[in-house]
DNA sequence: CTGAAAGCGCTAACAC
DNA sequence: GTGTTAGCGCTTTCAG
């Protein structure tokens, strides 16, 4: 591996040069610049970014903290991150915590560390919140996208209270009275918000909400699956008529659950999930679903990220809010 | 940002001992220990990463790969790389290429720069060989996982000619003789290979393969839908009674032209996939696949390259084939 | 216009 | 048992 010295040697300049013509950082002699470039060139030289960061405190790359990357929200989510960041010069580089609650602060050392300059935070579940307000007092640029936090710090999401209104409405208009919401992780702002959404439309159409209404099916497919069937074992007269699952594919779990039941989707149980991912749009699925702008709230939240690390005195907290779009398919007997 | 020489100052010992306590690499007695893990933490001390991997060169990262971050195939092999390496006291870091020609050269700089130690690629097109054999010459840890490679280098993938071979195989015991394969991206060995096994099934059947069968759906949705309408359009003597996807996203694509077209899958038309992602166990997709051991891949490629990090003198090139495993639902009109 | 050299924070060989 | 210090590869100030 040659170094910037080798690289000076070889040229007969000094390491200060060849670093200008790297860097491209100050004026070098049209000559010198060239012997440099052909050191370069013949040696295969690469600088060495540690020791770059070391001096400079800047790495240019960023990082996205995942929840679980199995959950094909994230991907669009991270490309758009990607696009973003490469225009700007940096790079992303995404790191999965699987929503363990102690694997946030792992996943920030990266900046204390150093090898990262900045964070997309998709994660905060609010026992992280003491985390991320130490690490915004310290300085570092962080926004989180996709959350809506209980604190004060950048952030990018979707009108998630709008999102489980809007469903819960759809449904009513529909003509249900018994609706099921099922709930995502415990400590989500985010479940709780959508929740909120759809309690507010119980409400002002005066229905009641069971208790038995509200399980947990941390929208995922397995979990969604039994608390379906379970749901569908109430007697008549508690059996919800439809569902809301917190996310597209805990609404495929319910979904499932329902055709082993022998029951039909949307005419003995209306489905609606979250997020309106690629499977929602199959013929053979065509699910309704409160579609979330996962490209947009990615792109939004580099464009700031990126914006407070060119200019670190920049301490406003700027809290965007996208809609949503309630995409109605089939699973909620919905009909033009 | 307090450094090691604040610590220092503070316990009142030097810095070598502040170092020697926080990387248990040598006896110090208790009562200085003491001290510098109590200044430690009253400082909230975090050592600089970026300035140890410069001493030390080895960043305890590794870095997988992907081609395309949106491909349900990686998530699984992305957690099995996280998992194996966490236990060894690696970090994975998950770089996304989307298979574009050139992109390769830029995650690899990762290596040389050394920000990384080693690399496992899941994405090596034909095209990609000569920077990873440059790379090896240098000395690098890489490690290839699902990719067959025209190279000498470590490799852990599946029986890819196996599967297409079963797959074809398969059809050809239903009583399918016009089976049609749609191919993935070019210059990709994994396609290749498993197009090879396809056609040595046909041969062996003795069926002759149109031009027209081998049509390029790229395993994405819209590519797939669009190449089986242009299938569905051929002469009723040329038109395929079977095909197979190289990806299940595909052969959704492919399953969905066909509803369009008011085909039946699978009596009009019998559908196999590669993969068995989660969708395909779905209840309404019920699609038969090639399943690929996703996780194990993702487990010995990460445990191959750690082993190879380690002894960095060991040049001998694994290549692990794993089996694969034909999951036979509904698209394929089998029957218990 | 260019070069010498200090120093980023850390580790580890060497000295005591 | 502990401390001193050179040096990892780079950038950038300061001097010329």
New binding site residues.
């Given amino acids: ?8 040697k070889r040229a ?9 013509v ?2 491209n ?5 049209p ?3 060239e012997r440099v470039e052909r050191a370069i060139k013949e040696l295969n ?8 960061g ?4 800047r790495s240019k790359v960023i990082s996205l903290i995942i929840a679980d990357i199995a959950n094909p929200f994230y991907p669009d989510l991270a490309k758009a991150c990607e696009e973003t960041a490469k225009k700007e010069g940096y790079t992303v580089t995404i790191m999965n915590t699987n929503d363990e609650q102690g694997s946030l602060p792992k996943a920030i050392s990266q900046l204390r560390e ?1 090898t990262v300059e900045g964070l997309i935070v998709t994660t905060a579940l609010n026992t992280d919140v003491p985390f991320l307000e130490q690490l915004l007092q310290e300085g570092y640029p962080i926004v989180l996208a996709h959350r809506c936090p209980e604190m004060d710090i950048d952030t990018v999401m979707a009108d998630n209270f709008q999102g489980g209104f809007e469903a819960a409405n759809h449904l009513i208009e529909l003509g249900h009275a018994k609706i099921a919401f099922m709930r995502g992780v415990q400590h989500s702002p985010i479940d709780a918000t959508r929740t909120l959404g759809y309690k507010k439309a119980m409400e002002l159409a005066g229905f009641h909400i069971l208790e038995e209404w509200l399980p947990t099916g941390l929208a995922n497919y397995e979990k969604s699956y039994q608390e379906c069937m379970r749901l569908l074992e109430l007697p008549k007269d508690k059996r919800p008529t439809a569902l809301i699952n917190i996310g597209d594919i805990g609404a495929l779990g319910a979904i499932d659950a329902a055709s082993d039941k022998g029951l039909s989707v949307p005419d003995d149980l209306a489905v609606i999930g979250f997020d309106d991912l690629f499977l929602a749009n199959l013929r053979s699925v065509q699910l309704t679903t409160v579609r979330m702008p996962r490209f947009e709230i990615g792109q939004r939240a580099t464009e700031r990220l990126i914006e407070k690390m060119k200019n670190r005195t920049d301490s406003r907290k700027l809290q965007v809010t996208l809609p949503v779009e309630l995409i109605k398919r089939k699973t909620c007997g919905w009909k033009k």
């Fill in positions: 591996m040659p170094t910037i010295k080798d690289i000076a007969n300049v000094s390491t200060a040069t060849v670093s200008y790297i860097n950082t100050r004026y070098v002699s000559e010198k610049r030289y690469v600088p060495n970014a540690v020791a770059r070391l001096r400079v405190r150093g």
